[in-house]
C-alpha cells in the first residue's frame, strides 16, 4: 500500500456501472516525511475519506474491488482503505 | 487507475480471440493539471470513448477483462472504464 | 498492454512444465512512433507472431496464462496477444 | 519479493475491517548490500516483524491478503513475509 | 517475465510456512545483451536453479505461487520458473 494525500476528485457521468455511487477520487503520493511525489492515481473512496486527508490506497484489482465494492471483478484497481491519523517513524 | 488522454487506436487481424470486436485505444497518460506525460498504453475500450477524450483507464487483469469482456480470464490487462467530464483540484 | 517489437527469442531445457511447446519471445518496447524504448521483457506467443513484428504484449498472470496455455494458474506473467498491423495517431 | 528494511508504522482509525488488529509497518526497501533506497510502501505485518528488521515483502493482492489474513479478498496488496537473517552474495 | 542472473540468496528463519523448504534467491536483472541492471529481486525457485544461473522470473501472485509450490494463494510474488541456455538476439 501507499501513502498519499487526496487532492481532488473526478467527475465522470459516462463510466462502468460498478463506479455508480462511489467517488473517484485523485491523490499524490507523499514521502513518509509528508513531502509530495510525482506519482498520482485515482483511487475510489472505500472509508469516507476527505478532500486533504492522508490516506493509505491498495492497487491491486482483487483487493482494490473487494475494499471498494464489497465483491471482487469489478473495474478497480485502486481503492483508499484508511485515513491515517498518525505516522511514526523510528527516530 | 490512471487518467489518460486517447491519442489513437491499434488495427491488429492477427489477434487473440477475445478482441474480436474490442477497439483498442492507444493512450498517454496525462497529469491531474492535463499535460502529457511520457508513459502510454493500450486499452480496451468499455465505455464508447472517442479520439481525443480524457478517460479512467484500470490496469490490472481481473478488472480489465471483467471490464472489457463482461468475464474475467480474457487476455486483457487495461481498460477504459470511464469518460472524464471534470477533474477539481483543490484550489 | 504495451506496444514492442520482437527482437530475439530465448531457449530453455531446464524450465516449468507449462512452458513446455511454447516460444519464449524477447520483447522491446516501443513509443506509438516506433522508436525503441529501454524495457524489455520475455513473453509467451500465444498468436504466431515472428521476430521483427510489431506486437501486442498483455502483463498480468491471469490474463497471460489464460492467452497462452487455454488456462489460468500457469507461471506466466506476459504474452504476445496480437500482431499489429497499423499504428493509427490522431493528426 | 524486494528486500526492505521497517522504519516505522502509520495509525490509521479511520479504515477497512480487514486492517483491524494488524500492525501496518512502513518500509523502505534497501540493496543487496544494504543500502537505502528511494522505494517506500506500507505493508501489514504477518511474521511478528519490529522496527529496525529486514524483511521480505510479498506485494500483490492475492499472496498479501493470503500471508496477512489468512484469507485471499482483503483490502491489502502487502505483507511482510519474512524476517531476514542473513543475505549471502556470491562472492 | 524477465532475464536476471542469479547472484545469492536470503537466509530467513521467522518467515511464512509457504517458505518452508524452499530457496529465496537474490536475482539482478540484465539486459538481453547479458549487462547488469539496477533492479534486483527475491524469487523463490522452482527449477533447480543455481548461484550465476541466467534465469527467467515470473513476477505475479497466481502465477509465481502455482510454480514454486504447485497451489495458488502463497505468499510469493515471484519465482524462477526457467534457466535460460541461450538468448537469440535478431542480427
Chains 1, 2, 3, 4, 5 share one sequence.
Do not use: F
Amino acid at each position: 500500500m501507499l501513502l498519499a494525500r487526496v487532492i481532488g476528485n473526478v467527475v465522470a457521468t459516462q463510466k462502468n456501472q460498478r463506479y455508480e455511487g462511489s467517488r473517484i477520487m485523485l491523490c499524490r503520493q507523499i514521502t513518509p516525511e509528508g513531502e509530495d511525489m510525482d506519482y498520482t492515481c485515482l483511487a475510489l473512496d472505500s472509508v469516507d475519506s476527505g478532500e486533504g486527508d492522508i490516506v493509505i490506497i491498495a492497487q491491486e484489482g482483487w483487493s482494490a474491488s473487494t475494499a471498494a465494492t464489497g465483491k471482487p471483478g469489478a473495474a478497480i484497481d485502486s481503492a483508499i482503505v484508511g485515513v491515517v491519523d498518525r505516522v511514526d517513524l523510528i527516530s
